[in-house]
């Protein structure tokens, strides 16, 4: 039992630890690389949306994510340029980064989330467990 613990522990725990090579955004499906240019408070169109997870760790999340801006960053257009190349993303220093489209962001894969995993295991051990049951005699008083 201990041991089937311990692989349940090792299989949930990440693969990778390392941190990405630069700092990104997720907004509408595409990867933003947030770049060192500040673009001026005047250029900032509409707020268009905002990080809703935030990780260090490598991996691939659902919704727009970020690896460097807390969760509630808020993301904006910026006035005369398509959001589909580059928007805007406010620091927490009140300042406006440019991120520019670097492509689709990977969607995550059921098949290799351990938790899909886990998931499907408890299920079939319940229904095998359940059938058991109502196939066992039952004692009558």
Known sequence: MSLIAALLLVSLTPH???????SFVVYDGGSYTVTDTEIPA???????G???RY??????YRGNFSNTFAKGTPYYAIQ??????QIAVKGPDGRYWAAVNAGQYPSPDVWTSPLFW???????LA???AAVWWASPKKTS
């Open 16 to 22: 990778v630890f390392a941190d990405w090579a630069s």
């Open 42 to 48: 005047d250029q900032i169109g509409k707020k268009i």
């Open 50 to 52: 905002k990080v809703t």
């Open 55 to 60: 990780s260090d760790r490598e991996g691939t």
């Open 80 to 85: 005369g340029v398509s959001a589909q190349e």
């Open 118 to 124: 886990v998931g499907l295991i408890v299920a079939v």
């Open 127 to 129: 229904i095998m467990f």
